[in-house]
């Protein structure tokens, strides 16, 4: 616990904020459209996000929260090829401000905005370059040995866990270790919560969790509210699956405030509007080529002149002040919900109530511009205006109470219907079967190459390393969503048709060395800590019995 611990709250808040983006990685052609989506990260949330855990901790503000990362977005972090393309991309991005300042130098209501974009950028390239070194893992390293954020993994690719493994525990058993393995390199310790990728939960998920060490993780809030026996304090606190892990439901009122674009806060007709880009918006092409697609296609700068101002298309011009403002208004109102929910739930429990909030971290700067304000405000407010609640953490929650009660989660996502609907629509449910197959042909190479040669053993290597690439749940999502389906769409067939190669190959006993070697050098997902064995066959073990009866309170 924090030095927060002196207070005698109601209740506990749970900040959670899960950072993930698809592994992108392209030696061959730079500036590709999802390569730039990292960058773009990078410069409007995830810096943004740690300047304000570091002004925090600096002033000594207490505070405690979640940050997941998946390993996917700490592999891109940490990659040079990728470190050397974002420090050219902040450069044309400056190169584009300084132009930016120019063009509107002459119109008082833009000039500002524009101003406010260079000193920006000039402001993360510093930070990036200075401050930390190009190492932004080595920064959330910092953060956690200072005790404010606590750091929490993902599976190795953010799988769909409950289709991608329907058939075959291998491949969840291999989504869990890579990540795990990659989480202890780069931090020295064990995570003791595991992130869902999708909040996609089956009965069995539990079990490979506990058997890798891990304590907790959260789902949507359908899939504990029905879980057998039903909670007894709903989403509100925990429940312990059969085979011991706790699982934290995300509460809906909370997520509600900021998620929803209706009702959430991001809609505020003040705040930043993300759709209108002079990517876009500028009818100058000439003037815009050199900062667009490499295909010469449009698409978003992160310059953005205007405001939500309405529903409609009609959107008035955008005023940071005025921003700011309604930021700090939004803070003490998600301050105020929080302590009157906190307050009213413990008028009910017999127990400290568990308040969960989980967000994605890209919502955070990216998508609402300024949340990185709202959110520093947030945590400011919490820590000296109010003492209704604590900021806590799953693992802090579960070392004060050690004994929650038994029950079994429903399979269940968050998505669209919250029961995997997402992952398996037409335009996308044709991949399980490939997946599955693999995950088969995976299984027999392992059996088939108990003590590979040298060559041998990269090729299987490699093999598995394109296999978990294919089970990314990004590939399902964008061919759902189908505003990258093209692009989904080949780097799922490329990964599983470089798997089926390689595996062809090494039954045959002809594997091609140089091609082996340009694969690796593209596709080098987690280096050295690959080992092809992970995929071993392993059958899961009879079901616990059915729970049929919920504890008394503190049984």
Not at 168 to 196: K, M, N, T, Y
Not at 362 to 371: A, R, S, T
Not at 506 to 525: K, T, V
């Amino acid at each position: 616990m924090t030095e927060m611990s002196g207070r005698d709250p109601k209740g506990y808040v749970g900040l959670l904020l899960h950072a993930h983006l698809p592994y992108v990685r392209h030696p061959e052609q730079d500036g590709i459209l999802p390569e730039r989506w990292l960058f773009e990260a990078i410069t409007e949330c995830y810096i943004p996000l740690l300047q304000v855990f570091e002004r925090l901790t600096h002033d000594g503000v207490p505070f405690r929260l979640v940050f997941s990362l998946t390993p996917t977005l700490l592999a891109m972090w940490n990659d040079e090829l990728l470190r050397r393309r974002y420090e050219l991309y902040l450069d044309r991005m400056r190169e584009l401000a300084d132009r930016e300042v120019s063009r509107t130098r002459h119109d008082h209501r833009l000039a500002p905005v524009a101003r406010m974009y260079r000193d920006r950028l000039k402001w993360v390239s510093g930070v990036y370059a200075d401050s930390y070194r190009r190492d932004l893992v080595g920064a959330f390293r910092r953060l956690a040995e200072a005790g404010t954020v606590e750091l929490a993994t993902s599976a190795a690719t953010h799988a769909f866990l409950p289709l991608v493994g329907a058939l075959h525990r291998s491949a969840i058993e291999a989504q869990v270790e890579f990540g795990l393995r990659l989480f202890r390199r780069l931090f020295a310790r064990d995570p003791a919560g595991f992130w869902l990728p999708e909040c996609g939960y089956r009965p069995g998920l539990d079990q490979v969790l506990t058997e890798k060490g891990l304590s907790w993780t959260c789902l949507e809030a359908h899939g504990v509210l029905f879980a057998s026996p039903r909670p007894r304090y709903g989403v509100h606190a925990p429940v312990v699956t059969p085979a011991g892990v706790a699982v934290f439901g995300r509460d809906p009122e909370s997520s509600k405030q900021v998620w929803s674009g209706k009702e959430g806060y991001p809609g505020d007709p003040w705040y930043r509007e993300y759709y209108r880009d002079i990517g876009y918006d500028l009818d100058d092409y000439d003037y815009l080529r050199p900062f667009l697609a490499p295909d010469g296609s449009r698409t978003h700068t992160g310059f953005k002149y205007h405001r939500v101002t309405g529903p409609g298309d009609h959107k008035e011009v955008y005023e940071p002040d005025r921003a700011y403002e309604r930021a700090d208004v939004h803070a003490g109102h998600f301050m105020w919900a929080r302590q009157k929910q906190v307050e009213w739930l413990a008028g009910l429990f017999d127990r400290r109530p568990f308040v969960l909030a989980p967000y994605d971290a890209e919502l955070f700067g990216h998508w609402w511009f300024e949340g990185p304000t709202f959110l520093e405000l947030f945590l400011r407010k919490q820590a000296y205006d109010q003492k209704d609640f604590r900021l806590v953490t799953p693992t802090d929650y579960l070392a004060e109470h050690p004994v929650n009660q038994p029950s079994q989660p429903i399979e269940s996502s968050w998505g669209w219907k919250g029961y995997n609907e997402v992952w398996l629509q037409g335009r996308n449910d044709w991949i399980y079967r490939h997946l599955h197959k693999a995950a088969e042909v995976m299984e027999g190479l392992v059996a088939g190459f108990p003590a590979p040669g040298p060559l041998e053993l990269r090729a299987l290597n490699q093999a598995a390393r394109e296999l978990l690439l294919a089970q990314a749940s990004d590939w399902p999502f964008m061919m759902q969503s189908g505003g990258m389906d093209a692009y989904a769409r080949h780097r799922f067939t490329h990964h599983l048709g470089w798997f089926l190669a390689l595996a062809g190959q090494l039954r045959e006993g002809r594997i091609d060395g140089r091609w082996l070697g340009e694969l690796e050098r593209s596709d080098n997902l987690f280096g050295d800590l690959i080992d092809y064995r992970v995929f071993g066959y392993r059958a899961w073990p009879p079901a616990p019995q059915a729970l049929v009866r919920a504890p008394a309170a503190g049984r």
